[in-house]
């Protein structure tokens, strides 16, 4: 397995990406490097990373990775010489002996290369401060995810998506009603008129986002959307320098049933909305499909945390660009019961000193 790593020109050290200033800094001689300086600094890196694709797999292919080959990819570091061993979709990680960064180069070329990526916007500190900030309001976590120890375990990964531009149409017919209530002396009177509502249209979607790995929670991904878009930059290898990457082993087939949903949902809602003036409207028809659909592969930028408690697997993400964050947090539910223990018994006191007080 070939690799790339990006050094400091000044003074031969590791060259990692910063989300904080946007650029490349070198800690050890505080030199300073734009996305533009390392293409012109490394160009032949970019251009040759590109060109050694590992060939296309088809979708019964990477079902027999996922199942056979956890960890497949052996590389060396060029920078210690250690022999590390890598899950088969990893395409940028970190050596695990002298933790400088490396890139893969075969991972994320030829069919594997995302056309766009969006550069981590929030650094290790504001994403472990969204953290503390959400666990100081849950007062049933276990004590030791709390733990500064348990939160620094954050890992920055920039996850494969596929994005969709779309265009879904058709038609939804609906029966609508209209109500009248009105009193004449000792009786109340109700009007019900119904009526049939019909609504067409050709609605375009643009750049609807589906994670394309399987490792990542499809609906933890959903939460921490949406990404802007307006910050999306061409894909450069430099960008994953200091930052773990994964290659895509989920197909545009297996994504494509919920890129469907999100898109037909969005267009009903649209048609179904413009139906007013009723007091209620129920959909008694609905033909609206994707009509057009154009993928892309990129790289979007999210902060991992997993917690195991009891057995049980807890994940927890923030989104790399904006800050929004999600998660399935832990519950220790002996404190629950003791809190619910506690409050009853306040009250059951209340109330004994209450009838007390009457009598």
């Given at each position: 397995?070939?690799?790339?790593?990006?050094?400091?020109p000044?003074?031969?050290?590791?060259?990692?990406?910063?989300?904080?200033?946007?650029?490349?800094?070198?800690?050890?001689?505080?030199?300073?490097f734009t996305?533009?300086?390392m293409?012109?600094?490394?160009?032949?890196?970019?251009?040759?990373?590109?060109d050694?694709a590992?060939?296309?797999k088809t979708?019964?292919e990477?079902?027999q990775?996922?199942l056979?080959?956890e960890y497949?990819?052996?590389y060396?570091?060029?920078?210690?010489?250690?022999?590390v061993v890598?899950?088969?979709?990893?395409s940028?990680?970190?050596c695990?002996?002298?933790?400088s960064?490396?890139?893969?180069?075969?991972?994320?070329?030829?069919?594997?290369?995302?056309?766009?990526?969006?550069?981590?916007?929030?650094?290790?500190?504001?994403?472990?401060?969204?953290?503390?900030?959400?666990?100081?309001k849950?007062?049933?976590?276990?004590?030791?995810?709390?733990?500064?120890?348990?939160?620094?375990?954050?890992t920055?990964?920039?996850?494969p998506y596929w994005i969709s531009?779309?265009t879904?149409?058709?038609?939804?017919?609906a029966?609508?009603k209209?109500?009248?209530k009105w009193?004449?002396?000792?009786?109340?009177?109700?009007?019900?008129?119904?009526?049939?509502?019909v609504?067409?249209?050709?609605?375009r979607?643009?750049?609807?986002?589906?994670?394309?790995s399987?490792?990542?929670c499809?609906t933890?991904?959903?939460?921490?959307?949406?990404?802007?878009?307006?910050?999306?930059t061409?894909?450069?290898?430099s960008?994953l320098?200091?930052?773990i990457?994964?290659?895509y082993d989920?197909?545009?087939?297996?994504?494509y049933?919920?890129?469907?949903?999100?898109?037909?949902?969005?267009?009903?809602?649209?048609?179904k909305?413009?139906i007013?003036g009723y007091?209620?409207?129920?959909i008694?028809?609905?033909?609206?499909d994707?009509?057009?659909?154009?993928?892309s592969?990129?790289l979007?930028?999210?902060?991992f945390?997993?917690y195991?408690?009891q057995?049980?697997?807890?994940?927890?993400a923030?989104?790399?660009?904006?800050?929004?964050f999600?998660?399935?947090?832990?519950?220790?539910?002996?404190?629950?019961?003791?809190?619910?223990?506690?409050?009853?018994?306040?009250i059951?006191?209340?109330?004994?000193?209450?009838?007390?007080?009457l009598?």
């Amino acid at each position: 397995m070939e690799v790339v790593q990006y050094k400091c020109p000044n003074c031969g050290a590791d060259l990692p990406f910063n989300a904080a200033t946007q650029g490349f800094d070198c800690k050890y001689c505080d030199s300073n490097f734009t996305s533009e300086q390392m293409g012109e600094i490394y160009p032949s890196k970019e251009t040759h990373a590109l060109d050694t694709a590992e060939p296309p797999k088809t979708a019964e292919e990477l079902e027999q990775d996922k199942l056979f080959a956890e960890y497949n990819a052996l590389y060396n570091c060029p920078s210690c010489g250690a022999a590390v061993v890598t899950e088969n979709t990893t395409s940028a990680t970190t050596c695990f002996y002298c933790h400088s960064p490396v890139i893969l180069t075969g991972r994320l070329s030829g069919e594997y290369k995302p056309a766009k990526l969006i550069p981590f916007q929030i650094i290790k500190s504001g994403a472990e401060q969204k953290l503390q900030e959400y666990c100081k309001k849950r007062w049933f976590l276990p004590k030791g995810f709390k733990s500064g120890a348990t939160i620094k375990d954050m890992t920055a990964i920039y996850v494969p998506y596929w994005i969709s531009d779309c265009t879904a149409g058709g038609r939804i017919t609906a029966n609508c009603k209209k109500l009248r209530k009105w009193r004449s002396g000792d009786y109340m009177y109700t009007e019900t008129k119904e009526y049939i509502a019909v609504r067409d249209g050709d609605m375009r979607f643009d750049k609807i986002p589906h994670d394309a790995s399987t490792r990542a929670c499809d609906t933890l991904m959903e939460c921490i959307e949406p990404f802007n878009y307006s910050e999306i930059t061409d894909f450069k290898m430099s960008y994953l320098s200091g930052y773990i990457a994964e290659k895509y082993d989920v197909t545009q087939e297996q994504v494509y049933p919920r890129v469907k949903e999100r898109a037909v949902n969005g267009a009903t809602k649209v048609l179904k909305d413009s139906i007013t003036g009723y007091n209620s409207v129920s959909i008694t028809q609905n033909t609206i499909d994707i009509l057009k659909n154009k993928w892309s592969h990129y790289l979007l930028p999210v902060w991992f945390l997993s917690y195991t408690y009891q057995g049980k697997d807890y994940h927890f993400a923030v989104n790399g660009q904006t800050g929004k964050f999600a998660g399935n947090l832990p519950i220790v539910w002996k404190k629950v019961i003791l809190t619910l223990g506690i409050g009853l018994a306040v009250i059951d006191l209340l109330i004994a000193l209450f009838l007390l007080f009457l009598y």
